[in-house]
T-cell receptor, first 115, second 110 residues
Framework: DADVTQTPRNRITKTGKRIMLECSQT?????MYWYRQDPGLGLRLIYY???????NKGEISDGYSVSRQAQAKFSLSLESAIPNQTALYFC??????????????FGPGTRLLVL | DAKTTQPPSMDCAEGRAANLPCNHS???????VYWYRQIHSQGPQYIIH???NNETNEMASLIITEDRKSSTLILPHATLRDTAVYYC???????????FGQGTRLTINP
C-alpha cells in the first residue's frame, strides 16, 4: 500500500552493527506495528504502538527497540545485528473502528541480510 | 484468536472463479473474519472482511456460513496477478496482532 512506506527496501549489514529501519504512513492511523517474516514461519509481531506515547513489546522483541517519533513515523532498531535477524520486515498501520473492526495495512517490506 | 484452517494450495484457471475455503469452527460472536493476500515477498494486502453477512468489494466476495464456522473467499474472474498466498484470519476485538497462519498458495494457470 503506497500509504505506508518503508526505508530502506534492502539492507546488508555485518554482525554487531546497529541499524535502523524506518516506516512512515499517510493514512492518519494511530496504531503502528513491526513484524518480521521468516520462510515457513509466517509473520511474527516485534513491537506495536497504539499512539505516540504507547509502545508495547510483541512476541519477539529481544534484540530490537523502537521509536515512535510522531503519529506518522515508527522506527525499528537492531542494536547489535546478528545473522538470525536476517528476515523480511514489515511495518503496518491500523485504526480501531466502531464495533472493534481493525484492518491493518502493510508497507512493502525491508529485506535485511546480516552477515 | 480463533484458529483457522485452510488448504495449503489450490490451482485455478485464468478467467474462472477462484473459491478459497477457510474453516474457523471456534470463532466467537464478536470476531471478524479478515482475508489478506501476499504476492511473493510483498507486503500483505488487505482484501475483505466480514462479521456475519456476506460481503463484496471491488476485489472479492466473502461468503460466511450461517453458523460462522467457515467462510469462502471468491475471486470472480481470476487473473495471473492473483497468484499469491491467501490468508484467512480471525481476530478478536482488542487483540494486538493479526495471526497469519500458513495460508493457501493459489496458483492461477493460463
Amino acid at each position: 500500500d503506497a500509504d505506508v512506506t518503508q526505508t530502506p527496501r534492502n539492507r546488508i549489514t555485518k554482525t554487531g552493527k546497529r541499524i535502523m529501519l524506518e516506516c512512515s504512513q499517510t493514512k492518519g492511523h494511530d496504531r503502528m506495528y513491526w513484524y518480521r517474516q521468516d520462510p515457513g514461519l509466517g509473520l511474527r509481531l516485534i513491537y506495536y504502538s497504539f499512539d505516540v506515547k504507547d509502545i508495547n513489546k510483541g512476541e519477539i522483541s529481544d534484540g530490537y527497540s523502537v521509536s515512535r517519533q510522531a503519529q506518522a513515523k515508527f522506527s525499528l532498531s537492531l542494536e547489535s545485528a546478528i545473522p538470525n535477524q536476517t528476515a523480511l520486515y514489515f511495518c503496518a498501520t491500523s485504526d480501531l473502528q466502531f464495533g472493534g473492526l481493525e484492518t491493518q495495512y502493510f508497507g512493502p517490506g525491508t529485506r535485511l541480510l546480516v552477515l | 484468536d480463533a484458529k483457522t484452517t485452510q488448504p495449503p494450495s489450490m490451482d485455478c484457471a485464468e478467467g474462472r472463479a477462484a473459491n478459497l475455503p477457510c474453516n474457523h469452527s471456534t470463532i466467537s460472536g464478536n470476531e471478524y473474519v479478515y482475508w489478506y493476500r501476499q504476492i511473493h515477498s510483498q507486503g500483505p494486502q488487505y482484501i475483505i472482511h466480514g462479521l456475519k453477512n456476506n460481503e463484496t468489494n471491488e476485489m472479492a466476495s466473502l461468503i460466511i456460513t450461517e453458523d460462522r464456522k467457515s467462510s469462502t473467499l471468491i475471486l470472480p474472474h481470476a487473473t495471473l496477478r492473483d497468484t499469491a498466498v491467501y490468508y484467512c484470519i480471525v481476530k478478536l476485538q482488542g487483540a494486538q496482532k493479526l495471526v497469519f497462519g500458513q495460508g493457501t498458495r493459489l496458483t492461477i494457470n493460463p
